[in-house]
């Protein structure tokens, strides 16, 4: 008979004080943000009983402190700490060998992700996004199965035909190998950050949304960076982020600019919409560096469909609320450009894919070589916040016209289909 091995649980946290310094309000010690994650990092290795995460997440949901830029930095911060482990200089070997450097992209990853929890039950734009944009950008789509709506990202992705993607098989131990055969790339949440099954029963349990539906778009598992005497650069060079209150928006840019980030766009739509609205006005905070001294400058201000230079449609007219399978055919009807151009759901998706071009600097370009189908006719035409919008729009174009789009994804779908389970 061979011998049992036991594995030893860790000890659990006690974190009773830190609650009753939470509530009620107003005592003399109060908690900080670092107190905060700290106690939230040790959700992750199962630590804190149940009752007792709970009640932090109750306690910081109704005294609003989850919605504090500092919390939500350090929360983020202590979640990237916790997520599998990915060989940074591998697959930064890689992302640099790809030698996609263009305008003002450097060719890092991209990301494109929503809070959320808008209730408008939209088309999956940012999925959809990122595919387009994996055309000229490396992608890094940070993503997970609908908590909120109906179709999320994942799944989405699960039910695309004739074939979909194995995203489970999109490991630490395999990233590296999808980046050198495809620019697009999707994380899925379950896979890098393994210490939140400790959380999501917790979550399912409570009735109000918690700060981990907020800190998920800051903990993008490849957003990393090097320290020491030679620091490096995110490899995360770039990220568009929707909220779906107006009122996130400025302490999200501010948690992203807490967090490092110099290249970032957060957005939410005048209808509290996770997305840059196609029915009008959609607000937008948009970080960038500061040329002379390098530290990162956010930016506010409006943009409108008419900054794409396209019309605006009706919410209703890209809300199928549909199941995602059905989801999964407009998209790959949008990808094989089987939609007419004018198009409701299209130009929807062609905003969202232009902002994030914009946002990644690419279309800063003063030329044009895409490839078969680029007339090289740059738009240097300057919008709001002094983006080329529509600039973005003509290469989101291009991405499907050329087919550009539809190979990328037909090569992620091909490389992960060849990766083999644990």
Known sequence: MEPTTIVEEPPKIDIKPLLARLWPVGHPDPVRPEEIAEAISHFFTDQITPVQAGSLLMCLHFTGLDRQAEVLAKTAECMLRSAAKIDQSVLRAVVEGKHMKEGGYGG???????????????FNISTTSSILASSLLLIAKHG???????????????????????????????????????NYGFLFA???????????PIRRQLPWRTVFNLVGPLANP???????????DSLLEARMIGVARKDIGPVFAHALTLAGARKAMVVCGDEELDEISCAGPTLCWRITPNPESGASVTEHFLLHPRDFGLPTHALSEVSPGKEPEENAKILRRLLHGEMPDDDPILHFVLINTAALFVVSGICEAETSDMGYGDDGVVIKERGPGGGRWKEGVRRARWAIKSGEAARQWARFVEVTNGFTDY
């Open 144 to 182: 997970n199965k609908a908590s909120t709506s109906k179709s999320g990202s994942a799944d989405l992705l699960n039910c695309m035909q004739p074939q979909p993607p194995q995203i489970g098989r999109i490991r630490p131990d395999t990233i590296s190998s999808l980046y050198a055969s495809t």
């Open 222 to 232: 490849v957003d990393l960076r090097t320290s020491g005497p030679a620091p490096l």
């Open 190 to 200: 379950p896979v890098f950050h393994p210490g939140m099954r400790y959380v999501a």
């Open 108 to 122: 890092g990853l991209v990301d494109i992700v929503g809070t959320g929890g808008d209730s408008h039950n939209t």
